[in-house]
C-alpha cells in the first residue's frame, strides 16, 4: 500500500514502510548497548515529488494555528489527531537591543518560552500523542531531563492519555511539579537520565506502553522539525545562514535540521543553515567528537553542568548530529556554567527573554562564536531560547541579587541608572 511517508535507517540507509517498523531500525539497534548513543534511528521521507509543487503553496492559504498547519510534511493522517494545546507558531524576535549590543544586524531570537509547556519539547509531544493516537494506544512513556516528559504529561493530559514518565533525581523542582500536576505517573530514578532512558526502554517492551524516547522515536524528530518550517515561513520564505542550538541528545539539532533539509528537498530552499552545537564544558560529548574529528560519539563517564535540560552522557541522536554539523559547515562551542549564567541574565536583561540555563547556552554560544570572529555581522542568524527561566528559578537566582526589604516609605535617595 502507497503510505504517507517511508523510514530510512541514518545508519545503514535500509527503507522500511511506515507501517514496518515503530522505533529504530531492528538490524542496526541488535547491536545497541545500554547507554551508548541510539543506533538505527530512522528519518521520516516524504514524497517530496508530489510536494513540490504543492506545500508552499497550499500553506500561504492556511490560516491554521499550531503546527497542524504543517501536515503534509507531518507523519500523522489527520490533523485532529493534534492535542487542542496549540504549539506555534512561536516569535522569531527582532532583538533590537541584542543586535546593538552584539552588533549583527539580523540576528534574531527563537522565542520557544511561549510554547503551552514553556519548552521546545512541547513540539515534539504534540506530534508524538497524535501519532500513539492514529496508532490506538493507550499509554505512552518517556525519559527526560524534565522538558521533555512535562511536554509529554501536558499534552497527553489534554487528550487523556495516560502518561508513564521517568526522570533522573536530580530534576528542578518546578519541572516535577508540571509533571506531576498534569497528572502523570512518575518515576523518579535515583540515577542518571541516561539511566532513566533505559529503564523506560525496557518498560516500553515489557509493558507495551508507546515510547516517546527523544531519537528512539523517530516522530519526535518530526515534531521539532517545525521550529524550522516557521523560522523559514517568519524570515518570508528564507533559510538564515547560521542557527544556534543548545544541545544535549542532539534530537533538537536533528529536528532542526530535518525541517531545512525538507524545505531543500522540496526546491523551497538553497542551502541548509549552519547548524551549530552549543554544549556546556561538563556535557559536551558531541563537541568533543567535533573538535577531535571522530565520527562517532564517546559517552562521557560523568556528566555535569547547571543546564540540566543537556545534560547527557551518551546523547541518542549523537552520530546523526555529528554528520549534519559536518555537511552543514557548522561547528561546535562549548560554554562554562559561568558564562551561562551570565548570558541568561544578559539576554533576559536586553531581550525580555527569560531563558532556562539550556536554552541561554545557545546565546552564550553566539558571544563565544564572535570572540572567534565565526560570524559576519550581515548575516541571517538565528539563536533558538527552548525554555523558560521559570522551571529553574534556583539557578537563576545564582546570576542575580535580589535586594533586602525596605522599609515602607519613599525612598529619599536619587535612583541613577
Ligand atoms: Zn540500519
Redesign the pocket.
Known amino acids: 500500500m502507497e503510505t504517507k511517508y517511508k523510514l530510512t ?6 527503507v522500511y514502510q511506515s507501517d514496518e517498523v515503530e522505533y ?6 541488535s547491536t545497541q548497548r545500554p547507554l551508548t548513543p541510539t ?2 534511528i530512522l528519518r521520516v521521507d516524504y514524497d517530496y515529488a508530489a510536494l513540490r509543487n504543492t506545500f508552499s503553496a497550499t500553506l500561504k492559504k492556511n490560516l491554521m494555528r499550531g503546527h497542524g498547519r504543517y501536515l503534509a510534511l507531518l507523519p500523522l493522517n489527520d490533523v485532529s489527531s493534534l492535542p487542542p494545546l496549540d504549539v506555534g507558531p512561536t516569535p522569531l524576535c527582532e532583538v533590537l537591543r541584542l543586535r546593538q549590543a552584539t552588533g549583527l544586524n539580523k540576528l534574531f531570537v527563537k522565542n520557544d518560552t511561549t510554547l503551552p509547556t514553556g519548552s521546545f519539547k512541547d513540539r515534539a509531544s504534540s506530534i508524538v500523542v497524535a501519532k500513539a493516537k492514529e496508532l490506538k494506544k493507550k499509554v505512552i512513556t518517556t525519559a527526560s531531563t524534565g522538558n521533555a516528559a512535562t511536554a509529554l504529561a501536558g499534552m497527553a493530559a489534554s487528550v487523556g492519555m495516560g502518561t508513564v514518565i521517568f526522570v533522573p533525581h536530580n530534576a528542578p523542582q518546578a519541572k516535577l511539579a508540571q509533571i506531576a500536576m498534569f497528572g502523570a505517573k512518575l518515576v523518579v530514578v535515583k540515577g542518571t537520565y541516561d539511566e532513566a532512558f533505559e529503564l523506560s526502554k525496557q518498560s516500553t517492551e515489557k509493558y507495551g506502553w508507546y515510547n516517546r524516547n527523544t531519537g528512539f522515536n523517530p516522530y519526535t524528530i518530526e515534531g521539532k522539525k517545525t521550529a524550522a518550517l516557521e523560522i523559514w515561513e517568519q524570515l518570508g520564505y528564507k533559510a538564515p545562514d547560521k542557527v544556534f542550538i543548545p544541545t544535549g541528545d542532539g534530537v533538537i539539532l536533528t529536528g532542526t535540521y530535518k525541517g531545512f533539509y525538507d524545505l531543500k528537498k522540496l526546491g523551497l530552499i538553497k542551502k541548509i543553515p549552519q547548524i551549530i552545537p552549543v554544549q556546556a564544558v561538563g556535557s559536551a560529548a558531541i563537541v568533543n567528537a567535533l573538535k577531535s574529528g571522530r565520527d562517532q560519539i564517546v559517552p562521557l563517564k560523568k556528566s555535569q553542568t547547571i543546564a540540566d535540560s543537556i545534560s547527557v552522557m551518551a546523547p541518542a541522536c549523537g552520530n546523526w548530529a555529528l554528520s549534519i554539523v559536518r555537511d552543514t559547515l557548522g561547528f561546535g562551542l562549548t560554554v562554562t556554567d559561568k558564562e551561562i549564567l551570565t548570558a541568561i541574565k544578559e539576554l533576559a536583561g536586553l531581550t525580555g527573554i527569560f531563558a532556562e540555563p539550556a536554552a541561554a547556552t545557545a546565546y552564550a554560544g553566539l558571544k563565544k562564536a564572535q570572540r572567534f570572529h565565526k560570524i559576519k555581522r550581515d548575516e541571517t542568524v538565528v539563536v533558538l531560547i527552548t525554555g523558560t527561566g521559570l522551571k529553574d528559578i534556583p539557578t537563576a537566582m545564582k546570576a542575580i541579587t535580589i535586594p533586602a526589604a525596605v522599609e515602607v516609605k519613599i525612598c529619599s535617595e536619587r535612583v541613577v541608572w
Do not use: I, N, R, T
Open positions: 535507517c541514518v545508519d545503514c540507509g535500509k529504530v531500525c531492528p538490524l542496526c539497534s543506533q538505527g
